[in-house]
């Protein structure tokens, strides 16, 4: 186990590796994943499966495994007829999950450290609804920040590394999340999903991460599940208006079709293509979905190589 003290100064260092998409790792290994809950309902149903996608990745390189949580929520877990005290349990064991993989790594010679990310995905994966690459739902920041900071508060007291507010659409949210994380004693990085300059709620990128520039909590800025063609002006921008450590991991390039529940579209992302982000300041880099073990043993090797 690594501290929280350890990750950042290895931001400071240098580059720290991220794995890739879960969902995609599961699927392959013959999982269905076809329900509301996503890749969260192996928590409870199978959450062996999801110790062995976090070593593949952590066996492919990756130096940072990101927890099977992000569609992990009280809400959803409720309409399955989970109650709050089992909730707040399969909450943890994401954690302790991604902790065993590193054991499990360790124990097979992976000698580098390695780091848990929690999870905290944005309100709308937990509508399964496509909601999550539109932002807007209607809520004040206030009701924004009720629906979030049960979560963090249990993630952060099952003590991950870092807590990856991730896939954030809509600067509404990011500040919602950030009120949240205040107090918890656990680092965290900001994430959004962008089109072109903006969230994909349509906010300029600039004034988006300019809301957690003067956030201590805060040790990495960045962009997650979008096009990896929007990655390059995305980490320029981080990196000038909060001069914190960028983090990026973009998907595959294919697109999502959230009514077939399918991607459509080619692959368009390279290993090649990280050599230049991390020269415009990002500092955490991996994938997102349909980016798995191979495309990450890529990129490992083009960024320590």
Known sequence: ??????LT??????????????????????????????????????????????????????????????????????????????AAELLS?????????????????????????????????????????RGRYGLSVDELERFHRPRLEVLAAAGPDVLALETVPDSDEAAALLRGVRGLGVPAWLSYSVEGGRTRAGQPLEEAFGLAADVDEVIAVGVN????ED??????????VTGKPVVVYPNSGEAWDAEARAWTG????????????????????????????????????????
């Open 1 to 6: 186990m690594t501290s929280n003290t350890a």
């Open 9 to 86: 100064e290895a931001l400071a260092a240098g580059t720290v590796v991220l794995d890739g998409g879960m969902s995609n790792q599961l699927e392959s290994a013959g999982h269905d994943l076809s329900d509301e809950l996503w890749s969260a309902r192996l928590l409870a149903e199978r959450p062996e499966a999801i110790t062995e996608a976090h070593l593949a990745y952590y066996e492919a390189g990756a130096d940072v495994a990101i927890t099977s949580s992000y569609q992990a929520t009280f809400e959803g877990f409720a309409k399955r007829g989970i109650g709050r005290e089992k």
């Open 93 to 133: 064991l994401s954690v302790e999950l991604a902790r065993e993989a590193a054991r499990q790594a360790h124990a097979k010679g992976v000698a580098r450290p390695l780091w848990v990310a929690a999870s905290v995905g944005p309100y709308g994966a937990m509508l399964a609804d496509g909601s999550e690459y």
């Open 225 to 228: 599940c979008c096009a990896p």
């Open 231 to 240: 990655v390059d002006g995305a980490v320029r921008i981080a990196a000038r």
């Open 266 to 305: 080619r692959s368009s992302f390279t290993s090649e293509q990280v050599t230049g982000w991390r020269t415009s300041g990002a500092r955490l880099i991996g994938g997102c979905c349909r980016v798995g073990p191979g495309a990450i043993a890529g990129i490992a090797g083009a960024l320590r190589g």
